[in-house]
């Protein structure tokens, strides 16, 4: 009986212990373009999209943007993967990734993972006026 | 009397109704002489409450589906462009305020349900499902889907003729099935809630484990198939490339599953050994309770920033939920979990103190023990990691969510004592097992998975073996990450599905030892059957895939890719006869490839070849105008196309929007260019400041013929007449296509010239041209994935679904038997 609850706890104090580890290092530190530069190390960059920058690019296949922080520094991300759902409209995103250098000694964040912050739908009614005027919703 | 009225009256009097509803069930237990009258007062009033939630179902429905537009529902969820009935019908759900009121119907159907099926404990459970309606009902007053457009937005200048549309992600045939599955599962999350609660008030700690055995099993496998759903739309439509991404919405209903999965587990060994008796109470409680915070969690994000795949990044600022009908969401939260914790706490001494590890270590009982705890274990590590953004929030700290990642650092080691326990207790007696007998029945298990091992090996590195060889390495890369040696990592994930194995086939083996005999009696170990054969598949298909990124050229001829030659056959869209230069705004844009798998000749010119098969990855993009979200820059949905094998499945979407190079042309007024065998004369541009800019173009063809053309870009208009800007304050602008007319090629495409700038000093022009004879081509960025054993996810959630439904019946069967069994000693005794 007693070796019986032993049991239950040590199973559950060592999932408790991994699940812990496995917390803090799958969380990655929000920085700024400029910590970023400095650290070198795998972190999270919250920033404008800069859409008139955004491209593919058949060599590398990757998504190229410019990413402007709060700080208006701007960075060249080189996002490896298919484009996400709604990065078109979205304004801002956070991309974990790296800074590398490129081959002029630019820096380039290297990002494999990109979340996307979506447009407020509610604060819009843009879209709702051009519904009123353009009936049909045809082009204009 | 209108629509929104009539719903704006339902959902009231559902709240009085399920108010006096819950009074006359509650006065019944006071008022002994009176009980039967109350009782039926209690019905009464039950079935005017989910009369109520049928009506404002049915109002809600008509409205989206005859689209009335002076209702800021249908303007918000639906659209003319919305033609199938079915899609038009499931809009309804497609809002918060329609999927609560999804949930509200189900109870109510549920509730007549366990009204006539309570026996004693009609009045105890009542109280508590009706007490769900009238919390709906009230978050439906307090949110209304019925309001008129023009209060919602009173600034606007009339009703719109076009309503924003159903995201098209959601339209699918799944959008008609997956959210009534779902919604069911957690409507009859609140039968267990509510049984829980009542054997605490009567004090009856067996009676409501029999009655309620069968209501959490239903739902069990109703929440097992409404995930499989939910993932298999995933998969197939939204281009995630997995069917799981741990992602909030995905997890809440994920951990409610384990919460109730230990609640029958817990169940079985209290109908069993009369054990467990105090925590199969507590499970009843939390898995409802879990359900509301899941649901708090995902409508509080719907305002909030999403990740990738929709994961909840940050929840919107908490003023915003006091304005919605998630304050009574946080009202059910707490009163819900106040209620039932209070009343467990209240009664814990008095429920009989049962071992809940049995006497032995060696015996089911203490199989079943460890079963809990690791699904609770499991429960709370998803629930956490769920809830960290909004804990996150609270502390006003930059909102982070764990990555998928830590799910499966997580998950993937907890998955080992789980498969060895799910191995081993088909062959563990109750109370205990003789060690000799039980080494005895689980050799033969053991060593055909060691068997299947070794060919789980074999067969990994030979495909690996193959895989490398087609791709250069530097361009893999796997879902899951490298958080351990790859080698490492695929020896774990081998001996990890051994164990699968060994549980698929231990419980399988049992499961027809038992069917023989007792055809009901197997459902629970067949279930187990499939979360064996589920776990390979999960594994197999997340660690062997292969996605390769890859931008396939019209005219370059066939790229190979893990063995499958695709070759560029053609763009459809709308016109269909058109080539579309700038495909329509719509859903039938599709890139068709030809594929040819490994071994079958590279296809010609001939369509009729047998060996190879065409697929056809879809994009979406939205008509500007049509939703706000893509003014500006319209936002582009791509559409997998799968190719399902026996054993793998290819996966093909579009990397990026396709886009075609153009021949350009630049050039100043009054000037000519020669382009190929064409001559290109820029007479002059035409310029209307506020409204567009063109420029008046000749074009001489090789047969000597003068064509005119005038391409131009236009300004998007608001209702005032002033152009619309985007963010940065420029006009948004749309280039239109100019089909250059009398200009076809033989296969009737039109010629197509595109003014792409103008510049308003010097008035020189940038101009691109696909015309006949020197089309322009389109370059499509493709990311190719090959999965191997996904079919083994869908074939393991099935299992597992129908033998839950099994067991179902089987304690319905029970009950039935042991109900007519006191009815005859009743009689006798009379």
């Not at chain 2, 008609?176 to 609140?190: E, M, Y």
């Not at chain 2, 203490?366 to 429960?379: D, P």
């Not at chain 2, 007998?437 to 990994?460: C, E």
């Not at chain 2, 960025?781 to 597992?800: A, D, F, H, Q, R």
Request: net charge positive; hydrophobic share 45%; aromatic share 12%.
């Amino acid at each position: 009986m007693n070796k019986a609850v032993l049991i239950g706890l040590l199973a559950v104090s060592v999932a408790m212990g991994f699940t812990l580890w496995a917390f803090s290092s799958s969380m990655t530190p929000y920085v700024d373009i400029h910590q970023a530069e400095q650290m070198g190390e795998r972190v999270q960059v919250r920033g404008k999209i800069l859409h008139n920058t955004v491209r593919w690019s058949d060599r590398q296949h990757a998504l190229i943007f410019m990413l402007q922080d709060k700080n208006n520094d701007q960075i060249e991300v080189v996002y490896h993967g298919a484009k996400p759902e709604s990065f078109d409209t979205a304004p801002e995103t956070a991309a974990s990734g790296i800074v590398e250098r490129g081959s002029s000694g630019t820096p380039i964040f290297v990002s494999d993972s990109m979340v996307v912050k979506c447009p407020s739908k509610y604060d819009d009614e843009k879209g709702l006026r051009h519904n009123i005027h353009a009936g049909t919703g045809a082009k204009v | 009397m209108t629509p929104g009225a009539a719903g704006s009256i339902a959902v009231w009097t559902g709240v009085f109704a399920a108010v006096l509803s819950l009074l006359a069930y509650a006065l019944s237990h006071r008022m002994e002489a009176r009980k039967n009258l109350l009782i039926i007062l209690g019905r009464a009033f039950y079935a005017a409450a989910a009369l109520s939630v049928f009506t404002a179902m049915g109002t809600l429905a008509n409205i989206v589906y005859h689209r009335e537009y002076q209702y800021d529902y249908a303007v918000q969820h639906t659209s003319n462009e919305l033609y199938n009935h079915w899609f038009r019908f499931a809009a309804t759900w497609s809002g918060q305020e329609g999927s609560f009121l999804l949930w509200a119907f189900w109870t109510a159907v549920l509730g007549f349900v366990v009204m006539r099926r309570s026996r004693s404990y009609e009045n105890t459970v009542m109280p508590f499902l009706v007490s769900v309606i009238g919390f709906l009902c009230a978050i439906l007053i307090k949110q209304s889907p019925y309001l008129l457009f023009l209060k919602v937005h009173p600034g606007m200048p009339g009703i719109p003729q076009e309503g924003l549309g159903l995201n098209p992600s959601l339209q699918n045939y799944w959008m008609t099935i997956h959210p009534p599955t779902i919604f069911f599962g957690f409507a009859s999350l609140a039968i267990s809630f509510s049984y829980a609660a009542a054997a605490l008030i009567r004090r009856d700690y067996d009676g409501w484990a029999e009655l309620v055995f069968p209501y959490a099993l239903l739902t069990c496998a109703v929440l097992g198939l409404g995930l499989f759903m939910g993932g298999y739309w995933a998969y197939e439509t939204l281009g995630w490339h997995g069917f799981w991404a741990w992602d909030p919405v995905e997890n809440a209903s994920f951990f409610p599953w384990l919460a109730i999965t230990a609640l029958v587990h817990a169940l079985h060994v209290q109908k069993a050994r009369g054990n467990m008796k105090r925590s199969s109470i507590l499970l009843g409680l939390l898995g409802f309770w879990l359900f509301l915070v899941g649901t708090f969690l995902t409508r509080s994000g719907a305002l909030a920033s999403k990740g990738p795949n929709g994961q909840l990044l940050s929840v919107h600022a908490f003023d915003d939920i006091s304005k919605s009908g998630l304050v009574l969401m946080v009202a059910m939260l707490i009163g819900y979990g106040v209620v039932g914790l209070g009343l467990w706490l209240w009664r814990l001494r008095e429920i009989p103190k049962t071992s809940a590890t049995g006497d032995n270590l060696l015996s089911r009982d203490f199989a079943f023990f460890l079963a809990v705890l690791f699904m609770l274990l499991a429960c709370g590590v998803i629930t956490l990691g769920s809830t960290t953004p909004l804990f996150l929030s609270w502390l006003h700290r930059p909102p982070m969510a764990p990555q998928a990642s830590f799910y499966n650092k997580v998950m993937i080691p907890l998955m080992v004592p789980v498969t060895i326990l799910m191995g081993c207790v088909p062959w563990l007696a109750w109370r205990r097992t003789d060690p000799d007998t039980f080494r005895r029945k689980m050799l033969a298990p053991w060593l055909l998975s060691v068997l299947f091992g070794f060919f789980m090996l074999f067969q990994v590195q030979s495909a690996q073996h193959k895989l490398f060889n087609i791709m250069a390495p530097a361009v893999y890369q796997g879902t899951m990450h490298n958080w351990i040696n790859p080698a490492v990592q695929r020896v774990a994930i081998v001996l990890l599905c051994t164990l699968g194995f060994l549980a698929a086939l231990s419980n399988a083996m049992l499961a027809y030892r038992v069917f023989r005999k007792k055809p009901l009696g197997a459902g629970g170990w067949i279930a187990h059957v499939g979360i064996g054969v589920l776990l390979i598949g999960v594994l197999v298909s997340n660690t062997f895939e292969r996605t390769q990124i890859i931008t396939l050229k019209e005219g370059d001829g066939p790229r190979t890719v893990f063995g499958y030659t695709f070759q560029f056959v053609g763009m459809t869209g709308k016109p269909p006869a058109a080539r579309p230069i700038d495909p329509e705004y719509d859903a039938t844009n599709r890139v068709v490839l030809r594929v040819t798998p490994p071994g079958a000749s590279i296809a010609g010119e001939e369509q009729g070849d047998a060996q190879t098969f065409l697929m056809q990855p879809r994009w979406y993009v939205p008509r500007p105008g049509l939703n706000e979200e893509s003014m500006g820059n319209p936002d582009t949905m791509f559409w997998p196309s799968i190719m399902k094998y026996m054993g793998h499945d290819l996966y093909v979407a579009l990397a990026s929007q396709p886009a075609l190079s153009m021949y350009e042309v630049k050039l100043s007024p009054r000037s000519s260019a020669q382009l190929g065998p064409y001559t290109v004369f820029y007479y002059k541009p035409i310029i209307d400041p506020l409204n567009f800019m063109a420029a008046e173009l000749g074009l001489k063809t090789p047969q000597n013929k003068i064509v005119v053309a005038d391409p131009g870009m236009q300004w998007y208009k608001d209702g005032q007449g002033h152009p619309i800007t985007n963010d940065d304050g420029q006009p948004i602008i749309l280039k239109v296509n100019e089909t250059i007319p009398h200009l076809n090629d033989s296969q009737g495409r039109p010629g197509v010239v595109i003014l792409n700038a103008l510049n308003a000093g010097t008035h020189q022009a940038q101009l691109l041209f696909s015309l006949p004879g020197m089309p322009g081509t389109w370059n499509v960025p493709l990311s190719i994935t090959y999965k191997p054993w996904v079919n083994l996810v869908w074939l393991g959630v099935l299992i597992t679904v129908l033998g839950t439904l099994i067991a179902m019946m089987n304690r319905l069967r029970e009950n039935r038997l042991q109900e007519a069994g006191s009815r005859k000693t009743a009689h006798k005794t009379a």
